[in-house]
Nanobody
Framework: QVQLVESGGGLVPAGGSLRLSCTAS????????MGWFRQAPGKERDFVAG????????AYADSVKGRFTISRDKGKNAVYLQMNSLKPEDTAVYYC????????????????WGQGTQVTVSS
């Protein structure tokens, strides 16, 4: 099993920044990709960004390209999501997820999930 714990959410005004963290523990050697997803009330869980542990290759949703940056610290088993120029439409619960496959945008492709952290952007 792999356990994921997110932190760093909060309330921020539009145009502001937040940095989310996700720490992995357990059988982390089984995971190949880490991803961030978000889910707003009444909406589906959407892919935000992903990163391959081994080589740092990243992928982003079009809606966050140029504003969000995903990174990882292999020594700390941690993944980060730096979010800049936040917009009210970025408001959602953000989830960290781990996959044993390749970078994918479908939530079903990720086996392990954190509990989520709320991000609220005020207008």
């Amino acid at each position: 099993q792999v356990q994921l714990v997110e932190s760093g959410g909060g309330l921020v005004p539009a145009g502001g920044s937040l940095r989310l963290s996700c720490t992995a523990s357990g059988r982390t050697f089984r995971t190949n990709v880490m991803g961030w997803f978000r889910q707003a009330p009444g909406k589906e869980r959407d892919f935000v960004a992903g990163i391959i542990w081994s080589n740092g290759i990243t992928a982003y949703a079009d809606s966050v390209k140029g504003r969000f940056t995903i990174s990882r610290d292999k020594g700390k088993n941690a993944v980060y999501l730096q979010m800049n120029s936040l917009k009210p439409e970025d408001t959602a619960v953000y989830y960290c997820a781990a996959s044993i496959g390749t970078i994918a945008s479908r939530a079903d492709d990720y086996r392990y999930w954190g509990q989520g952290t709320q991000v609220t952007v005020s207008s």
